[in-house]
């Protein structure tokens, strides 16, 4: 497709239980991101892939967040253990190096409830 | 990156502009102005950006003061789905897609278009 791509678009889970969410960012964007957004909040950035090199994982809030980025392609956030502070809308971004700004390009988010 | 300070909210009539201010007094010299805004259920978008020189393209006109303290976004003829929250953002451009690159938005400005 033309655009970022997430999936699910909503996902409901209950307390203690894993979930994936999955990003398929534009075609040929090398840098990736995640950010999450509670209700009525900013943007919390969560962790960067850009390429080979390794992630930045500065943003996770605990060790229950992880995420992988398979053939520099399409990425996988995972939530173990959720909690219901974990509820949010998780957004995924990518971007093209190069160029002399930081246009980058949002998917339309999959929102995560916890009960 | 410098804080920004944006109304909570605005009310604009369809087909009259809306001009949306933006303060950002602690702006470095090599910081520009970013403009994104976020439509109901979907991810943020990029409108507009600059470091000091008025800007347009073909979704908004940025006017930044001489002294860059302060920017205003105009859409020129705002319509009903121009009803987003807007975020206006300073950060270093950068032509590399490092974790400086990541986006931090704050609660921004709800426009409210009507008719």
């Known amino acids: 497709g033309a655009g970022v791509s997430q999936s699910p678009s909503n996902k409901v889970t209950e307390k203690g239980k894993d979930v994936e969410l999955r990003c398929d960012p534009i075609?040929?964007?090398?840098?990736l991101y995640w950010y999450r957004q509670s209700l009525g909040q900013g943007l919390e950035f969560l962790i960067y892939?850009?390429?080979?090199?390794?992630?930045?994982k500065s943003g996770l809030p605990s060790d229950r967040f992880s995420a992988e980025r398979t053939g520099g392609s399409v990425s996988t956030l995972t939530i173990q253990r959720t909690q219901q502070e974990d509820s949010a809308v998780y957004l995924c971004?990518?971007?093209?190096?190069?160029?002399?700004?930081?246009?980058?390009?949002f998917g339309p988010g999959t929102r995560l409830t916890v009960l | 990156d410098a804080k920004t300070t944006q109304p909570p909210s605005m009310d604009c009539a369809e087909g009259r502009a809306a001009n949306l201010p933006c303060n950002h007094s602690?702006?470095?010299?090599?910081?520009?102005v970013y403009w994104y805004r976020q439509i109901h259920s979907q991810g943020p978008q990029y409108i507009i950006h600059?470091?000091?020189n008025n800007e347009t393209n073909e979704m908004a006109s940025l006017i930044i003061t001489e002294d860059r303290k302060s920017s205003t976004l105009i859409l020129p003829h705002a319509t009903l789905r121009d009803t987003a929250v807007y975020y206006c953002i300073v950060r270093v451009a950068t032509s590399s897609a490092g974790t400086a690159s990541k986006l931090t938005f704050g609660t921004g400005t709800r426009l409210q278009v009507t008719l």
């Open positions: 892939f850009q390429g080979n090199s390794a992630p930045d």
């Open positions: 602690t702006i470095s010299g090599n910081e520009y």
């Open positions: 971004a990518s971007r093209s190096t190069g160029g002399t700004y930081n246009e980058q390009f």
């Open positions: 600059g470091l000091k």
């Open positions: 075609s040929g964007h090398t840098a």
